[in-house]
């Protein structure tokens, strides 16, 4: 299952990195691309992971998720 994102607040690849590792050690996630050119990023699950979940994870590091 693929869940998209709409990010506010990454402004290079060091932010892309943050937001990717903070989701890959998500149980469920298989993989994360974030792109912080259009504030973009796509997760790749199992299908067990809550949506919700993945946005706390990166409000938590400081982004805003628009909803």
Excluded: F, P, W
């Excluded at 709409?6 to 892309?16: A, I, P, Q, R, S």
């Excluded at 990717?20 to 691309?33: A, F, M, R, T, Y």
């Excluded at 792109?35 to 973009?40: E, I, T, V, Y």
């Amino acid at each position: 299952m693929e869940i998209l994102l709409k990010v506010n607040g990454m402004m290079c690849e060091g932010c892309e990195n943050r937001v990717q590792n903070i989701l890959k050690d998500i149980d469920g996630v298989e993989s994360v691309v974030a792109n912080h050119s259009d504030g973009s990023v796509r997760v790749s699950t199992n299908g067990n992971v809550d949506k919700n979940v993945l946005i706390e994870a990166i409000e938590d590091i400081g982004y805003e998720v628009e909803k």
